[in-house]
């Protein structure tokens, strides 16, 4: 049963410090997301990235975020520092292409103090 | 994990019957779209999708109907369990990979 997997599950930190979260895609995707999701304004994209080459990161906050793919197997998001109002669930999705659906995994519960 | 807000309109069905959930598109032109289902503390799970060029598709025990005069969406869950209660969105796409995430719809199956 193919899944997208991410870690850390929770993350805890406090404000100034970095946050490093990752994501294995589903094996042969091509497609991969990156979203942060809030009570207040549900799933916004931060990144999309197609065959490892970033191509959108319109939705990050350039100056702390940064997105990247090293290989095919691993997505980082990471943020340097971290602010309180970073605080939400960061989800990855991948899809085996831009046709077809996403698949998300379970999310990174990210808090910062 | 809710999809958004604090007062996600709420659908309460019993156990056994069917569920009609709905959602509303921004954009006639968008020619594909997805529900998703998703359950306290986990990540969206997809359900099923269509595509503009079908006004219906049936899974296992799901069904989506796609009324593009009135950009409409469906989703029905026949026989509704359990195991359904879950936080229900619709995405539509908009241009090559971005999707538009509708609100949510709080779905309650009652014994």
């Known amino acids: 049963d193919a899944r997208v997997t991410q870690t850390p599950r929770d993350k805890v930190t406090e404000m100034g410090q970095e946050v490093t979260m990752r994501c294995q895609p589903i094996l042969g995707h091509n497609t991969v997301f990156w979203y942060r999701q809030t009570m207040m304004q549900g799933l916004e994209l931060l990144a999309y990235?197609?065959?490892?080459?970033?191509?959108?990161d319109s939705g990050m906050p350039k100056d702390r975020f940064s997105a990247e793919m090293p290989d095919a197997t691993l997505a980082t998001l990471k943020i340097q520092p971290s602010e309180p109002r970073d605080s939400a669930v960061y989800f990855c999705?991948?899809?085996?292409?831009?046709?077809?659906?996403?698949?998300f995994g379970p999310g990174t519960r990210l808090t910062v103090l | 994990g809710e999809s958004v807000g604090l007062h996600l309109p709420t659908l309460s069905v019993q156990e056994g019957d069917n569920s009609i959930i709905n959602c509303a598109y921004s954009?006639?032109?968008?020619?594909?779209f997805i529900w998703y289902k998703q359950e306290s503390g986990k990540g969206p799970q997809f359900i099923i999708d269509i595509r503009s060029n079908m006004d219906k598709r049936q899974g296992q025990r799901v069904t989506v109907l796609l009324n593009k005069t009135v950009k409409h969406l469906s989703l029905q869950i026949a026989a509704t369990q359990p195991g359904d209660s879950a936080v229900y969105f619709c995405?539509?796409?908009?241009?090559?990979?971005?999707?538009?995430f509708g609100t949510g719809t709080r779905l309650k199956v009652l014994a």
């Open positions: 995405a539509e796409k908009e241009g090559t990979y971005k999707y538009i």
């Open positions: 990235f197609r065959n490892r080459a970033p191509l959108d």
């Open positions: 999705a991948s899809g085996l292409t831009d046709l077809g659906p996403q698949f």
């Open positions: 954009n006639s032109a968008s020619d594909y």
